[in-house]
């Protein structure tokens, strides 16, 4: 058992002043210093920064860390640019892919933070590292699948990856499935991964409407989706619908971008599913930001994530979370603040199934102290704020052990 | 004599591969690093890092650097809150004002990449420090004289802080004036002061349309403004209008902000002054963004400026620049980084009318050398956006000296 006591706690959306903390793996108990000292008088008293707010550790619910190679190969500016380059460095970005940068990037996501990722797994090659990374993990397998000729075939290479990743499974290792998106995965394929996910009770991901081109597509089998699927096939036929895609999801889904909904969509997601939002990543590729009034007008919770490196410079949620702040420059600065570490935190946790992402009692010990040098704060609404413009992250904990 | 051979160049708006560079206090040539050893067989080589980027020094063309105590008494969110709050604090802010830090503030700028800045001085307490920085500076003494009964005694106390900084001018330091702005300078200070800068040949610099309480202000004397002078005075009057103002402003200013200037007046603007834009600020203080597209519509050149730590987080200019990029997300990314790039160096240096702000044979030597990492391209396109993204500043020069 161990006793903290920071100057601030952010708590259930609350900043508390001047209490401390007792932890073992979870959460144990949070009180005055006095009274944590005497109900667990054997406790440690670990020792912290004068000026430190304790929070829990970030929870990115969406990071593709196979694409972890620093690289200027992508065109940013553009969704179907983007995805032309990323289609076209395909060989060299793969080869790229090596346990020793994903390994590196796992340690500066702890570092910066961030507790518990949602890794998007595409190939299957961040397996291992993952498995040794003390980082808490929700492993999406990936599935694309756009064509008739492909269904069967890439769905069993799909499942070999997905039971690898099955195998591996831990107290911060869970298996998880994701479609990749509706344009990009076959109507039967889809059905075949819900079905998987139910009877496995598997927590389940998709890109989905991220783009204009992705839009014209679905709806009408047109735009640049059409260029770009006669280049690769020499034919160019949509296998699912938008409408078909939300009923063959009847699960709650981690709708990742969904920035391109429309009305009757959000209408119908509102209840079943939950987005992820990206900002640094829509504006890079050139697709519009997630309104996120509407988000609330439907009533749809929304998580921040940062996406991965091939459209984002660095996987930092105080970074994303500093831009989400100015991208979305209608937002009530200081309530806007407060509600970014909540999507930071304790909705991502709830969307991942985990018991992490807020400090109260019987929470898992997932949290970090983030120094606030010289700010004094008269007003203690304003923590939030100044956290997100200033805060630097001094302090790591996964399942109570310091990283 | 010294020759420094970067991977990259930033001259004139375009970017030049494995070239070099012979400087002294300006540069002195640009060509291959043989034809340079040829032309100036004695000069020093200077070593720097691979994958490096040089160009001119950032000219941040608007800061307050007597408000550099780092604090959270500003209320940010809305202009008019955030007014009451510096007046609210000013015992307490004007107090905090000292040589060391605005001296740590002003090494940590240079640091940052900046080799000019237009400095506001609201009280004549920066004059000194900005004379013992190696920093190169336009000190703007600025003037607030709202009231009647302030015109005479505030015009000559203020005219006995210019002659101090008049005092202090030498190659790097020089001399300005300011009108803090259309709702806080009397017309006839207004006047004085615009005479005296045509006489004596100064650049001048006014907050202009910043808020939506100042519009409403100018426009018909009523809105948040009311109660804010109601409080402060007993009474309630404006004492000029925005068309005497520009009137007035019969040369060329920098208008800081503009953010709510209409069309009518953007159209008189045009050809005249220009304005200095600082993003962050803007949205802080809850101020809608300046509209860049009608900027090129009218033809009004923009710079891009930091303000002072009373509202920003700091003043860096490479993250003044990050944050336009996503605040302004309907920009075209690849070509608005390089514009931020122009906007931060070669535009405000002319508009500061300093022979600094490009890579180019016979301006000063005011430059800085960015690191771009691991970063390679395929297409020196690319190069401003990345910069922006990921760029580290690691080496700053003024007048040909390293800070």
Do not use: C
Not at 57 to 66: A, P, R
Not at 207 to 214: D, P
Not at 279 to 288: A, D, Q, T, Y
Not at 374 to 400: C, M, R, S, W
């Amino acid at each position: 058992m161990r006793i903290v006591s920071p100057k601030y706690i952010f708590s259930n959306g609350e900043i508390l002043e001047n209490l401390s903390v007792a932890f073992s793996e979870k959460i144990e108990k949070i009180g005055t210093l006095q009274d944590l000292k005497n109900e667990f008088p054997n406790a440690e008293i670990s020792e912290i920064r004068e000026n430190s707010l304790m929070m829990a550790g970030f929870v990115n619910s969406h990071v593709h860390l196979e694409y972890s190679h620093h690289t200027t190969e992508y065109n940013y500016g553009d969704f179907i640019s983007w995805l032309n380059s990323v289609v076209a460095n395909f060989p060299n970005l793969s080869q790229n892919i090596s346990d020793e940068v994903m390994n590196e990037t796992l340690n500066r996501i702890l570092k910066s933070g961030t507790t518990t990722v949602g890794v998007i797994s595409s190939l299957g090659l961040d397996l291992e590292v993952l498995k040794n990374s003390p980082i808490r993990k929700v492993v999406f397998n990936e599935i694309i699948a756009s064509q008739p000729h492909q269904v069967d075939s890439f769905y069993q290479l799909w499942l070999s990856r997905l039971q690898k990743s099955e195998e591996l499974q831990d107290e911060k290792f869970t298996p998880a499935v994701s479609l990749h998106s509706p344009y990009s995965v076959h109507r039967i394929v889809a059905k075949k991964v819900v079905e998987l996910a139910k009877t496995k009770n598997y927590k389940i991901s998709a890109h989905s409407l991220e783009s204009k081109a992705e839009r014209d597509w679905l709806d009408s089998e047109s735009g640049e989706f059409y260029d770009f699927y006669m280049r690769a096939y020499g034919n160019a036929h949509r296998h699912t619908t938008v409408d078909e895609f939300f009923e063959t999801l009847d699960l709650e889904t981690i709708l990742v971008h969904g920035n391109y909904l429309n009305d009757s969509e959000l209408e119908k997601i509102s209840g079943n599913h939950l987005i992820a939002h990206s900002p640094i990543s829509n504006r890079l590729l050139g697709n519009k930001k997630l309104d996120l009034q509407k988000m609330e007008k439907f009533g749809i919770p929304w998580i921040l994530a940062t996406d991965g490196l091939s459209s984002n410079y660095s996987l930092d949620m105080l970074e994303e979370m500093k831009i989400a702040l100015f991208l979305h420059e209608n937002m009530d600065l200081e309530s806007f603040g407060k509600d970014l570490l909540l999507a930071s935190t304790s909705r991502p946790a709830k969307a991942l199934g985990l018991n992490v992402g807020d400090i109260s009692e019987n929470i898992l010990s997932d949290f970090i102290f983030i120094d606030l040098g010289n700010l004094e704060f008269d007003n203690l609404q304003k923590i939030p704020l100044h956290t997100i413009l200033k805060g630097e992250v001094y302090k790591t904990f996964v399942a109570g052990k310091e990283i």
